[in-house]
């Protein structure tokens, strides 16, 4: 893979259409993960995050992104057998829906419920190795979903893995929205190559390491080009830390994703972990 994309909703949910590159920088240890892909929009987009082949390994790394990944279990992500997690977004008057997964990381196993782009139920298991053998539905449709849906489940892992974009510590920030001061760690993507080269992501960590907003800068002309989101409602699930609360805007229009019933089950296990 050679190109960079965007994850954002998919045809399922009837509102766009976006297509997916799979692609992640491999880590001893989380090889199961890194077959994840980039998708990119024709529409809205929620959360743009770019991936470049892992060719580049010499760009700026803030030790912050370090911290960041531990705090949210990174050492401990290899003791992760399967993950359940329902996706739920909306923006008011403009789309409403919700996609239930259960994946398993080290075999890339994904399962997914929810429905097409027509209200109807659809409910598939595929491996994604074998994603091209895979009917088109599956492929342009539920797998890009699965992307975007992931990003938003395990983004300080996702950008702790790629090491090709230029991370800097920009120290002490006052919050995009609301009083008060946070780290801001700026995940900044090169300005050639891939579909919306230039893109920005500006990280608001606090004094525990735990993102607590993000904001979005497209570094292209598709919109929206410019996201805000809150990063609150954390759980606990096993091992993992997640951020099960997403409310801002996506160029000025309201904008709400949560994450619910997140689930793990250990290695050795067949008991389910609930997130709390």
Not at 54 to 68: K, V
């Amino acid at each position: 893979m050679t190109q960079r994309a965007h994850p954002a909703q998919s045809h399922i949910a009837g509102n766009v259409i976006y297509s997916a590159e799979a692609h992640t920088t491999e880590a001893k240890g989380r090889a199961s993960m890194m077959k994840l892909a980039r998708s990119t929009t024709i529409g809205w987009l929620f959360l743009g995050l770019l991936f470049l082949v892992p060719n580049s390994w010499a760009q700026e790394r803030a030790p912050i992104l370090d911290e960041i990944a531990k705090a949210y279990g990174i050492d401990s992500y290899g003791q992760i057998e399967a993950i359940r997690y329902t996706w739920n977004g909306e923006i008011p008057g403009v789309f409403k829906l919700a996609h239930a997964w259960e994946w398993e990381p080290k075999t890339n196993k994904v399962s997914y419920e929810g429905k097409d782009k027509d209200g109807k139920p659809v409910k598939v298991t595929y491996m994604r190795s074998e994603l091209s053998s895979q009917p088109d539905a599956v492929k342009n449709e539920v797998d890009p979903a699965f992307i975007n849906d992931n990003y938003w489940l395990l983004f300080p892992f996702h950008a702790y893995w790629d090491k090709s974009a230029t991370v800097t510590d920009q120290g002490m920030h006052k919050l995009p929205v609301g009083t008060g001061s946070a780290n801001l760690v700026v995940v900044k993507y090169p300005n050639e190559g891939g579909y919306t080269p230039g893109d920005t992501w500006d990280l608001y960590v606090g004094k525990d390491k735990r993102v607590q907003y993000l904001v979005y800068h497209r570094g292209g002309t598709k919109k929206p080009s410019l996201v805000v989101a809150s990063w609150v409602g954390y759980k606990k699930g096993g091992p993992l830390l997640v951020s099960t609360e997403h409310r801002g805007t996506a160029d000025g229009k309201p904008l709400h994703i949560f994450i619910s019933d997140v689930s793990v089950k250990l290695a050795g296990s067949d008991t389910w972990m609930k997130a709390q």
